[in-house]
Structure formats: C-alpha cells, structure tokens
C-alpha cells in the first residue's frame, strides 16, 4: 500500500514535468510564423496551479521552478521574472488550497483569476519600470482571460483523465501525513 | 508513529519555505543579471536552447508535416476553384516568362560587354526553420545552423526573394532570428525609386509600419523597399517589399517574403557587420551622417578663416 501510494506521487510528478514539457512542445512548433495578434491560454500556469491547489504533493517546488524557467528561456521572455512570480502565487493557491479544502469551485476560480490578474500585473510594471520592453497590453490582457477560461477545462480533465482530486479532508498519505 | 509525524513536518515545512526563498532569490537574481548584463545571459539562453531543441527535435519535424497535410487536406474543398485561378496565373505567366527571358538575354551581352564580376562576397549559409517564438508576444524563428557553421549575430536572413530578419542568439547547432515583424525590429531602408530614406519599425502585426519618412508625398503605394545599407546593420540592396497603405493612411512594408511559410532560410554571410561584443556597445556609423559640412570641407574652411585672419 504504502509503496503504491508512493508509486503514484511520483508518477504523478513524472506526469506534470511530461505534461509541461508537451505543452512547450507544441507552442514551439513553427505552424505559424505570421504575427497572430491573439494569445491563447498559458496551459503552464493553469495546469500548475489546478494541481497545486488539489494536489500539492504531485507539483514539487524545484520542479516548477524548472519548468518555468524552462518556458522562460524558450519563450525568449526575461528569465527568472515571471518564473519567480508564479512560484510566489503558488505558494499563495498551497495554502489557501489548504485552508478550503471544502468550498466551492467558483471560489477556487475567483481567487485563482484574482492572483493570476495581480501576479500579471506586477510583471508589467515592474517590466515597465526596468524599461524591459513589457509585452503589448492587449496581448497579455487576451493571454490573462483566456488562461482563466481554460483553468476549469484543465481542471476537468486532470481531474477525469488523471484523477488528480482534492483529497479528502484528513486523508493521510503512505507515510501516516496529513495530506 | 504519531511524534514521528510530527517530527517529520517539524523540519518539513520550515525546509521547503527555505527551498522556495531560496530558488526564487535565484530566480530573481537571474532577471536582474539579465537586464544588467544582457549579452551574457542572452548567450546562456542561447546555449541552454541550444541543449534542449534536439530532445524535441526529432519529433518536431513529424508533428508539424502532419498538421501542415490536414491543413492542406482543407485546401482541396475549394480545389477547382484553385485550379482556374492556377490557370489563370500560368496564363499570365508564360508572357512574363517570354519578357524574362529576352531581359537574360540582354542582360547576360551587356555584362559580357562590361566585363563585370557580381559581388562574390554575398555567399549564404541555408538553414531549416526548426521552431518559432512559441508565444504570440515575439516573432523569431529558430534555424538549425550556428557557431559550427560559421553563424555570426547581427547576419541577414533571406527566404527565396525577400528579407526575412536578422540573426540574434546563436548556440553551437542553433541560432535565432529575429522577423522582421517583431516589436524588437528596426531595419534601415530605402525606397524605390524615390530615393528617400526610412526604418522599417516591427509591430508585431504582418505588415511593418514604415517609420521616419522624410518627405511622405514622393513615396506611393508599390514601391520598392530595399535595405539601405546604413550604420553596417545589413548589406545594401536587399529587397524587404513593396509599400503599401492601410485604411488609417499609414505607410506599411508589405513583406517580400513568404511569412506564411518558412522552411528553409538563407543566411547572407556579411564580413563588414559591425558587432556587439560588450555589454553597453552600441551600433553606430563610423561618421554621422549630414552633420554640417564634411571634414575636408570644415578643414578647408578652418584654413580659410586661419588665413583670413593671419592675413
């Protein structure tokens, strides 16, 4: 039992970093080299923090950190800036994921819409304040809307196809933790 | 069982908080090196991309061929009416193809009689786009050529006709280009058969607003844009489009090249490309152009006036 449970939580792992990596995978492909002039969901972040508010055992911090640092780098955005805010909104979404492990979908949403909103925010100023050259607003603000959107689509179908869930409350993991 | 768990979370917690502060002091300390130090982290990225694309490169080429075929498998609902108007063209075609041939011709006795040599130093280096930006908010492609084969920042990119970007970014088996339709993208240029002088400025939209126009009124929709030369970015006289206007009245360069589809690009090996090598180096003319009179003029001057007041 205990070796299954544990089994799992690194597949699981496995599964998130395989998952990223596909995401980045098929945003590189050179299908179109025209300027779109729209921006779909960032799968990353809404992925990323689906799980960590369900499941916060399957996201291990280095390895987001790894990834988004990644998705950094080949998205030629500045490295580390938004990496390093979404590490912090995450933190934020583990503990509240915690603290309400019984409400409601609708308020996961909002407060997950509500962090993505102030974390995006703080990048454009702070690009803007480094004259970094931050990204077209209509863009980001198009990227910010879609990405909620797409966040029950995600948690949908990890929660279907991956059976990542909230786990009850006071369930224990293999080793007798509090999940 | 039970102070084991406790003892467990006791040091868990606290470990995982100094992790987190941890990475993203790291993370926060990269950003700030990267907009110190830019050049050197740009190669870092360079080099780390470099790594990674051929993990996804050999599944990359397979993916995209088969959503390019349904892609094209949508193209043949409306195949007859593809067909005529591919009749159509080829109508008009063989007489171009007639008038191209008799130009050769002249063109090949007048060189002949000239005994010109065309400028061998525009030799290329053909590359195969291996992915784009992979977010809407940049253009750049990335080719699988590089440092090994003799790839230097700042060379031009050709398609088949047009200007396609210049080279920024380049790992051992990689380098990147920057589109001409990035925000990022300034090129010099000059348009035909006018003569005036104007930036090709990116806006991340398909067609580039011309920018810094001289005198708008000599400048009409069809015109040529073709690099000018200036400042040492990119060798004179390579075709960038033809002007167009969009419906606000704004002069636009409506790309030569095909941004539709790149595949293979050519990369215009440029020996005189100034470089930038430091950290706060700047592309600049070696002489600032139209600055008052030129040197000899002003020395000639200054003689003058020295003469002037000796005598």
Same mark, same amino acid.
């Given at each position: 039992m205990a070796d299954e449970t544990n089994a799992r939580r690194w597949s699981m792992r496995i599964t998130y970093v395989g998952l990223c990596l596909l995401v980045m995978f098929f945003h590189l492909l050179p299908l179109s080299t025209v300027p779109r002039g729209w921006a779909g969901p960032d799968l990353l972040i809404a992925l990323s923090f689906a799980w960590v508010v369900r499941? *916060?055992?399957?996201?291990?911090t280095l390895a987001v950190a790894a990834m988004l640092l990644l998705a950094d780098m080949l998205f030629q955005r500045p490295p580390g800036l938004w990496s390093a805010l979404v590490l912090i909104a995450m933190e934020g979404l583990r503990s509240s994921g915690r603290r309400s492990r019984q409400d409601g979908f609708a308020l996961e949403w909002m407060n997950m819409a509500i962090t993505l909103t102030v974390i995006t925010v703080i990048y454009q100023l702070i690009l803007m304040m480094l004259i970094?050259?931050?990204? *077209?607003l209509t863009l980001s603000l198009m990227a910010l809307i879609a990405t909620i959107l797409a966040y029950p689509v995600v948690v949908l179908l990890s929660g279907v196809l991956l059976g990542v869930r909230k786990a009850a409350p006071g369930a224990i993991d293999a080793l007798g933790h509090r999940i | 069982m039970a102070r084991d768990r406790g003892h467990t979370d006791d040091y868990k917690a606290p470990l995982r908080r100094l992790l987190l502060g941890v990475l993203i002091l790291c993370l926060a300390v990269l950003f700030l090196l990267w907009r110190i130090d830019n050049p050197r982290v740009e190669r870092f990225r360079a080099q780390v991309i470099d790594q990674v694309m051929p993990g996804f490169g050999w599944a990359m080429g397979p993916v995209t061929t088969t959503v390019n075929i349904f892609r094209d498998f949508q193209s043949y609902q409306r195949i007859h009416e593809q067909n005529q108007e591919l009749r159509r063209e080829l109508q008009q075609m063989r007489s171009w193809k007639e008038a191209a041939l008799q130009l050769e011709q002249e063109n090949a006795r007048l060189l002949d009689l000239n005994n010109v040599a065309l400028d061998p130093r525009l030799t290329y280096i053909t590359g195969v786009v291996l992915a784009d930006s992979g977010s809407p908010f940049r253009q750049s492609v990335l080719i699988n050529v590089g440092a090994r084969d003799g790839i230097v920042d700042g060379w031009a990119t050709m398609d088949g006709i047009g200007l396609v970007g210049r080279i920024s970014g380049v790992g051992a088996n990689t380098s990147r280009v920057i589109l001409l339709t990035d925000a990022t993208s300034r090129i010099p240029a000059v348009i035909q058969p006018s003569g005036q002088r104007a930036l090709i400025v990116g806006d991340n939209s398909s067609a580039p607003p011309i920018d810094f126009?001289?005198?708008?009124?000599?400048v009409r929709p069809g015109d040529r844009i073709v690099t000018s030369g200036d400042g040492e970015v990119f060798p004179a006289g390579l075709l960038i489009g033809q002007v167009a206007k969009d419906p606000g009245g704004r002069l636009r360069a409506r790309l030569?090249?095909?941004?539709e589809r790149l595949e293979f690009l050519r990369v215009l090996r440029d020996h005189g490309a100034q470089r930038?090598?430091?950290?706060?180096?700047l592309i600049t003319p070696s002489e600032v152009p139209d600055?008052?009179?030129s040197p000899e003029d002003a020395e000639a001057a200054e003689s003058a006036a020295e003469l002037a007041n000796g005598g």
């Open positions: 499941r *916060p055992d399957y996201v291990p970094a050259g931050p990204p *077209p | 126009l001289e005198n708008k009124d000599l030569a090249a095909d941004y930038v090598t430091q950290p706060s180096a600055s008052g009179p």
